[in-house]
């Protein structure tokens, strides 16, 4: 039976509930003698409001006026997106007036449906007759047989899970609004509709926290009142949600309502008195209030309780004298500087194209390769790269076409192509590459993952390498897609860790087909099985040791993209941070007695703030805000975003993404490889992807690119990133199959720049050529009786804008 992939969404327009008054949204229904008294919400606000149901004293003949209301035919055009965005917020501000919103919900419903337009597909024209019949359980099966070739239309999805809900299954219907929420989750209208039918089966803490989210999406947009009244909603949902009244209060901070703030803020911090964000944002509150005794025992708590960097800088203003708060609600949004790359690649020499060796049988690995690798294989100070490359398909042999190449690095930004008298043009179907001197000879060694063929390069220090894989006892089985290495238990020596995919081989493609099923995509990794990832010990004579079982890493089977290390806890010893595509996302937490516990979903990373897996692939783990602590960017599919989770210590981590406004920035982009880099030297980490959709052939049935640009969202240096992508060079927009990237100073002038592969294309190499040089400076470490290449050294520089 076709397998449709999840992963060929075809952006539509935004569904959602349309309340407006514009006579043109309905203009059938007269709003005169119907119109109830409004709330005092709705009176401040009347662009956002209908009267659904009553607003005023809920007597039963009010109610059936509210209800003869629903039964009018509105226009049958789709919903304007100001009406969809004024909608949600509109209904929803009426909602949360009536004292018991279950006992009105029967009434609310028909109402939301016919905001749901016809759609000009038959079937859904028919769903929607027969749920004007009240005939729920007809209405669902239409349309899921559309849904079953259409499973982009999220009208269609969102009127399933209202007549799940007439039908009485509101686990039914919650099952369905989760699902849209999933596969669109920039939409409020899908996130509304879930925690109004989580609020209904008296699921408050889940209904908040979804109505929290919403309040962030909007804030993003820079609608506040929808956001406020979003924060509201999840409050009245659940008491007890802390987070809610953190959201709420800084939200009021910023629109100058400092006392209202104030009065979030203590209650957050009744609340969670663990959350250093909180007493940091009432300290600013205090300060606006001219309350500096008290802003600064604020911050004290705050930084007793994590080395929140943004609290320590406020502090040692507020004791040198300069406390000069402005209000938030004139502070301009802080301008970063400027963030410029140009494509050298060609005058550089670098003539790689990587090879994926399509074919009409969509085998799963040809969207895979790519990994590149920057490192000094010949130490003359200079950073060399090495590209991974594909192979023919279905036999997985290389030829010269497809050879992995080696670039040394002349100097000038200039490269010569040594692969051959290096030794490095590898076998079989390659994917990631990890660099580092695993046998502490002082030269960097190569680890090349592929498709049941992983290969352990020596470099021999005469500008050759070896393969040593048998003789290091490395094996090769499955296929791998990246590895890393780190020293696991501090004995000197590293380790080395492969990430796994699935089990895969020519014969284990099924059919997948598009929409219509009668062409060929690329399957979803739910068609396959997944396996566990691999620990290898490095026993310091040259051999390794494949201790997965004794560790716990093999118990934990996944769909592993790429990983990326890190003491994030503090404690001394590194531990894993695992992507896994589709799935939860592992975290192993390294004990220190050589076992690892896998622990994302309580530390707060393995699914995003809606409580879903999403696509992840690329991942990078590293201190954005200049806390001390390691934190976590991750790139995913289309609406899926980038997930950034901000690392909040004692082993703790909250989903920043929205907050960041990397939420909406990303949320069109399909990112695979990440890098969390300072290109414009101001002391703020930013962020560089590697982007393109998974499928070749998305856009004969989706609105979706396949080739895309790579983007540079800028640090503001105040939690929160801006989109540079668009300034960032007049070459920087080129829309490629972009896969992988790494990360150097090729030219030495203090400056990080970028190379990045590309699926048929050419590399590209970004010059950093940003306007600002400003200050930096050059490490390069030589561990003695650590690893040699001193992986997992701290490095501990503080400056007069952050450590």
């Given at each position: 039976m076709p397998c449709h992939s999840e992963r060929s969404e075809e952006s539509r327009p935004e569904a959602g509930v349309s309340l407006s008054r514009d006579s043109a949204a309905f203009p059938s229904i007269s709003l005169g003698r119907h119109r109830c008294r409004p709330p005092a919400l709705c009176a401040r606000r009347p662009s956002y409001y209908y009267c659904p149901v009553p607003c005023g004293p809920s007597s039963r003949n009010e109610l059936s006026q509210g209800r003869a209301l629903a039964g009018r035919r509105v226009s049958p055009r789709p919903p304007t997106p100001r009406e969809l965005r004024h909608g949600l917020i509109g209904e929803s501000a009426v909602y949360r007036q009536i004292p018991s919103p279950t006992r009105f919900a029967p009434a609310l419903i028909p109402i939301l449906t016919l905001a749901l337009a016809p759609s000009s597909q038959a079937q859904p024209e028919t769903a929607i007759a027969l749920y004007r019949q009240k005939k729920f359980g007809e209405a669902a099966r239409v349309l899921e047989q559309h849904l079953a070739s259409q499973p982009d239309d999220l009208r269609a999805r969102l009127l399933l899970g209202l007549c799940y809900q007439e039908a009485g299954d509101k686990a039914g219907a919650e099952r369905v609004f989760a699902d849209a929420v999933?596969?669109?989750?920039?939409?409020h209208a899908a996130h509304y509709y879930l925690a109004r039918v989580q609020y209904l089966r008296a699921r408050f803490a889940d209904a908040a926290h979804v109505y929290d989210l919403v309040g962030l999406i909007r804030a993003e947009q820079n609608d506040n009142a929808a956001a406020l009244a979003a924060y509201e909603a999840a409050i009245r949902a659940d008491r007890k949600f802390a987070d809610a009244y953190l959201n709420a209060g800084v939200l009021l901070l910023k629109l100058g309502r400092t006392s209202d703030a104030l009065a979030r803020l203590n209650t957050a911090i009744s609340l969670n008195p663990r959350s250093a964000d909180a007493f940091y944002q009432r300290a600013r509150a205090r300060l606006e209030l001219n309350k500096s005794a008290e802003a600064e025992k604020d911050l004290v708590q705050a930084l007793s309780l994590a080395r929140y960097e943004p609290a320590r800088r406020l502090l040692a203003q507020v004791r040198a004298g300069g406390v000069g708060m402005p209000p938030a609600r004139s502070a301009p949004m802080p301008s970063p500087a400027p963030i410029r790359f140009r494509d050298v690649a060609r005058n550089a020499g670098l003539r790689f194209i990587l090879e994926n060796h399509p074919t009409p049988q969509k085998h799963l690995i040809e969207?895979?390769?790519g990994g590149v690798a920057a490192f000094d294989y010949n130490n003359d100070g200079l950073p060399d790269i090495y590209f991974t490359n594909g192979a023919s398909v279905p036999s997985l042999e290389k030829d010269a076409r497809y050879w992995n190449r080696l670039y040394r690095n002349d100097g000038g930004m200039k490269f010569t192509d040594v692969t051959d008298e290096a030794g490095l043009a590898a076998a079989g179907y390659s994917m990631g590459v990890a660099a580092a001197d695993y046998d502490n000879d002082g030269y960097v060694d190569l680890f090349v993952a592929g498709v049941n063929h992983n290969i352990l390069y020596r470099n021999t220090g005469h500008g050759k390498f070896e393969d040593v894989t048998t003789r290091a006892g490395l094996r090769s089985e499955g296929w791998?897609?990246?590895a890393g290495w780190f020293d696991y238990d501090n004995d000197g020596f590293l380790d080395l860790f492969v990430v796994n995919y699935v089990e895969w081989s020519p014969g284990l493609d099924p059919f997948c087909g598009g929409p219509t099923g009668t062409f060929r995509i690329y399957c979803h990794p739910s068609a396959y099985r997944g396996t566990s990832n691999r620990l290898y010990h490095n026993r310091g004579d040259g051999t390794?040791?494949?201790?997965?079982?004794?560790?716990g890493i093999a118990a934990h089977a996944g769909k592993g993209m790429s990983a990326a290390f890190a003491d994030y806890d503090g404690d001394g010893f590194p531990d894993i941070f695992v992507t896994n595509d589709s799935l939860p996302n592992f975290l192993f937490h390294n004990h220190g007695d050589g076992t690892f516990e896998e622990v994302a979903l309580p530390a707060g990373v393995g699914l995003t703030d809606n409580g879903r897996p999403v696509s992840s692939m690329g991942v990078d783990f590293r201190d954005y805000d200049n806390d001390g602590l390691p934190d976590l960017i991750v790139t995913a599919l289309a609406r899926e975003t980038f997930p950034l989770f901000r690392n909040e210590g004692k082993g703790f981590f909250r989903d920043a993404t929205y907050p960041s406004r990397l939420g909406l920035a990303s949320a069109n982009r399909s990112g695979w490889s990440v890098g969390m880099f300072d290109f414009n030297n101001d002391g703020w980490k930013d962020v560089f992807s590697a982007n393109a959709h998974v499928t070749d052939n998305i856009e004969s049935f989706s609105a979706d690119r396949y080739q895309q640009p790579n983007s540079v969202f800028a640090n503001l240096g105040n939690g929160q990133f801006a989109d540079v992508?668009?300034?960032?060079?007049?070459?920087?927009?080129?829309?490629?199959?972009?896969r992988g990237a790494a990360f150097a100073d090729f030219n030495r002038d203090g400056k990080i720049d970028v190379v990045v592969s590309s699926l048929g294309g050419p590399a590209e190499l970004w010059?950093?050529?940003?306007?600002?040089?400003?200050?930096?400076?050059?490490?390069?470490?030589?561990?003695?009786?650590?690893?040699?290449?001193g992986i997992g050294a701290r490095i501990r520089i503080e400056t007069p804008y952050g450590t």
């Open positions: 999933a596969r669109r989750p920039d939409d969207t895979m390769p791998s897609v990246a390794f040791e494949d201790v997965s079982e004794r560790a992508s668009a300034d960032a060079g007049p070459d920087f927009q080129t829309p490629r199959a972009h010059e950093n050529v940003s306007p600002e040089s400003n200050h930096w400076m050059t490490l390069r470490l030589e561990g003695t009786r650590s690893n040699r290449d």
